[in-house]
T-cell receptor, first 112, second 113 residues
Framework: EAQVTQNPRYLITVTGKKLTVTCSQN?????MSWYRQDPGLGLRQIYY???????DKGDVPEGYKVSRKEKRNFPLILESPSPNQTSLYFC???????????FGPGTRLTVL | QQQVKQSPQSLIVQKGGISIINCAYE??????FPWYQQFPGKGPALLIA?????SEKKEGRFTISFNKSAKQFSLHIMDSQPGDSATYFC????????????FGTGTRLTIIP
């Protein structure tokens, strides 16, 4: 089944404790992206990648890191999480130039 | 800077009625306008999309109307059903740019019997 998977789905952590949210897709998509969803703000792009070893900032990159060492994986790293990073995070992927992005099921992160 | 403005924030429609959600954009370089549907606990999923070379696109009960000169587009759901109750997001992108979707703030649609 073609899909985007994220892990974990739910995470509660404390300020300053490094964490990684994994994202993997099995559709051979070049493009991958991370969004955060907050009430009243919609989805905002954090980082994106157009291919292996090619990443760039989105609209809200502060406090986040990403890497793209393999085409299928695009982990999101929070080196020192803060409470304002409490949010619902989505990974998405697509073929370049094809429009439709496929979203993962989301990761709900709470930073205390 | 809100580049895609969506309204209303929430909408209640009776079963069988027409649901209408509106979006307006600012960036004239946008050339791809999708609507995503999101159910609770799920990621957004593409519902229908349009490019600016047409003024309307219909797929089943869902229609996008597009007004390039006004920089507006809207989603119409005909014969709305309780199963349509979800959050709807409009979005826009420069499809041959970085593929980034700029989303509206979402509309929570509730269809009542």
């Amino acid at each position: 089944e073609a899909q985007v998977t994220q892990n974990p789905r739910y995470l509660i952590t404390v300020t300053g404790k490094k964490l990684t949210v994994t994202c993997s897709q099995n559709m051979n998509h070049e493009y991958m992206s991370w969004y955060r969803q907050d009430p009243g703000l919609g989805l905002r792009q954090i980082y994106y990648s157009m291919n292996v070893e090619v990443t760039d900032k989105g609209d809200v990159p502060e406090g986040y890191k990403v890497s793209r060492k393999e085409k299928r994986n695009f982990p999101l790293i929070l080196e020192s999480p803060s409470p304002n990073q409490t949010s619902l995070y989505f990974c998405a992927s697509s073929l370049l130039g094809r429009g439709e992005q496929f979203f993962g099921p989301g990761t709900r992160l709470t930073v205390l | 800077q809100q580049q895609v403005k969506q309204s209303p924030q929430s909408l209640i429609v009776q079963k069988g009625g027409i649901s209408i959600i509106n979006c307006a954009y600012e960036n004239t370089a946008f050339d791809y306008f999708p609507w995503y549907q999101q159910f609770p606990g799920k990621g957004p999923a593409l519902l229908i999309a349009i490019r600016p070379d047409v003024s309307e696109k219909k797929e089943g009960r869902f229609t996008i109307s597009f007004n390039k000169s006004a920089k507006q587009f809207s989603l119409h759901i005909m014969d709305s059903q309780p199963g349509d109750s979800a959050t709807y997001f409009c979005a826009a992108s420069m499809n041959f740019g970085n593929e980034k979707l700029t989303f509206g703030t979402g509309t929570r649609l509730t269809i009542i019997p």
